[in-house]
């Protein structure tokens, strides 16, 4: 289930064409063996929200094969519009409840996003702004509410509930427009940029005529999706920082999951006379289940670098013949 943040922050830096483009190369070179469906949030097409900017995502697509024009469209005229904030739990929800439908042991929600999760009125204590820290700069301070304050618990414990009933998440974090904070002192958690807290040896607020320092919690709060989702980069969220990295990213990060298993059925049991080759390229056979490939119970493994190469992104010919 692909997850796809359609915030106004995408308009700033202009990328939904480069994540449309990388939707589609992963489309076309996983869509025969995966089955795709999509969300976008916020909705692009309705349903519930508070506020017009916090709207609930809904499913777009259900997951299924065949679905590459239907899940292009939605990308087509479902595009980024500003002032539009990032429901991101209402889009696990909406996506893990409808693989809990019907799950395979093998499902996946690839969350696309570039900024961090708000739209919960309640992410911190009703109007203590000096403990909210703002996705938006100063707009959580010019209203008397929540929305844009920085909803990572409640999505993180979110995506760690469907983790445990065996629906993982992936991160791939769009970081291209993201400041470093390293540099810049803070009087209080207003005065940093987006998704910046003031660090202060007070706690979370820097109390008056004390000067803290800017740090970054988008990073560490997509930090801890990918760990709480299942599925890291040796820890970390799949990132991207440069936006003519970002159509191989999204292929690259889908096809890290792609399955190293198939169904060879009858042909299976004749596991000592198969020559199995990748790309023209004969495989070796490793009862040890290190390096190379076994069959066993009509199902071909590949493990190691052999599987490896098979999540590298790209388009291979596996071939599997009896002598």
């Given at each position: 289930?692909?997850?796809?943040?359609?915030?106004?922050?995408?308009?700033?830096?202009?990328?939904?064409?480069?994540?449309?483009?990388?939707?589609?190369?992963?489309?076309?070179?996983?869509?025969?063996?995966?089955?795709?469906?999509?969300?976008?949030?916020?909705?692009?097409?309705?349903g519930v929200g508070i506020r017009d900017d916090c709207?609930?995502?809904?499913?777009?697509?259900?997951?299924?094969?065949?679905?590459?024009?239907?899940?292009?469209?939605?990308?087509?005229?479902?595009?980024?519009?500003?002032?539009?904030?990032?429901?991101?739990?209402?889009?696990?929800?909406?996506?893990?409840?409808?693989?809990?439908?019907?799950?395979?042991?093998?499902?996946?929600?690839?969350?696309?996003?570039?900024?961090?999760?708000?739209?919960?009125?309640?992410?911190?204590?009703?109007?203590?702004?000096?403990?909210?820290?703002?996705?938006?700069?100063?707009?959580?301070?010019?209203?008397?509410?929540?929305?844009?304050?920085?909803?990572?618990?409640?999505?993180?414990?979110?995506?760690?509930?469907?983790?445990?009933?065996?629906?993982?998440?992936?991160?791939?974090?769009?970081?291209?427009?993201?400041?470093?904070?390293?540099?810049?002192?803070?009087?209080?958690?207003?005065?940093?940029?987006?998704?910046?807290?003031?660090?202060?040896?007070?706690?979370?607020?820097?109390?008056?005529?004390?000067?803290?320092?800017?740090?970054?919690?988008?990073?560490?709060?997509?930090?801890?999706?990918?760990?709480?989702?299942?599925?890291?980069?040796?820890?970390?969220?799949?990132?991207?920082?440069?936006?003519?990295?970002?159509?191989?990213?999204?292929?690259?990060?889908?096809?890290?999951?792609?399955?190293?298993?198939?169904?060879?059925?009858?042909?299976?049991?004749?596991?000592?006379?198969?020559?199995?080759?990748?790309?023209?390229?004969?495989?070796?056979?490793?009862?040890?289940?290190?390096?190379?490939?076994?069959?066993?119970?009509?199902?071909?493994?590949?493990?190691?670098?052999?599987?490896?190469?098979?999540?590298?992104?790209?388009?291979?010919?596996?071939?599997?013949?009896?002598?």
């Amino acid at each position: 289930m692909l997850a796809v943040d359609r915030s106004g922050s995408i308009v700033d830096w202009g990328g939904w064409n480069a994540i449309e483009a990388g939707i589609a190369d992963t489309l076309n070179l996983l869509g025969e063996g995966v089955q795709f469906g999509l969300t976008l949030f916020p909705s692009p097409t309705g349903g519930v929200g508070i506020r017009d900017d916090c709207t609930s995502a809904q499913l777009n697509q259900r997951v299924g094969y065949d679905n590459n024009e239907n899940i292009l469209r939605f990308l087509e005229i479902g595009g980024p519009e500003t002032n539009q904030g990032t429901p991101t739990s209402t889009a696990i929800q909406a996506a893990g409840d409808h693989l809990l439908e019907a799950p395979t042991g093998a499902d996946y929600i690839l969350l696309v996003t570039d900024g961090a999760p708000n739209c919960n009125a309640f992410a911190n204590e009703p109007n203590r702004h000096d403990q909210c820290v703002c996705t938006t700069g100063s707009s959580c301070f010019l209203f008397d509410d929540n929305y844009m304050c920085l909803d990572e618990a409640r999505t993180t414990t979110l995506i760690q509930r469907y983790a445990d009933a065996g629906i993982k998440t992936i991160v791939l974090g769009i970081t291209v427009d993201t400041p470093d904070p390293s540099s810049v002192p803070c009087p209080a958690n207003r005065t940093c940029a987006p998704a910046q807290s003031c660090s202060c040896d007070s706690g979370n607020g820097c109390p008056a005529n004390t000067t803290g320092q800017c740090q970054d919690e988008l990073r560490p709060t997509l930090r801890a999706f990918a760990q709480a989702g299942g599925v890291s980069d040796n820890g970390n969220f799949f990132e991207v920082s440069d936006i003519n990295d970002l159509q191989t990213a999204i292929t690259t990060t889908a096809a890290s999951v792609r399955p190293c298993t198939f169904d060879l059925e009858d042909i299976a049991n004749v596991n000592g006379a198969l020559t199995v080759t990748i790309d023209g390229n004969e495989i070796a056979n490793d009862p040890g289940r290190a390096e190379g490939w076994y069959a066993e119970d009509g199902i071909l493994t590949f493990y190691g670098s052999a599987c490896t190469t098979i999540r590298d992104g790209r388009a291979h010919a596996i071939a599997a013949t009896c002598e």
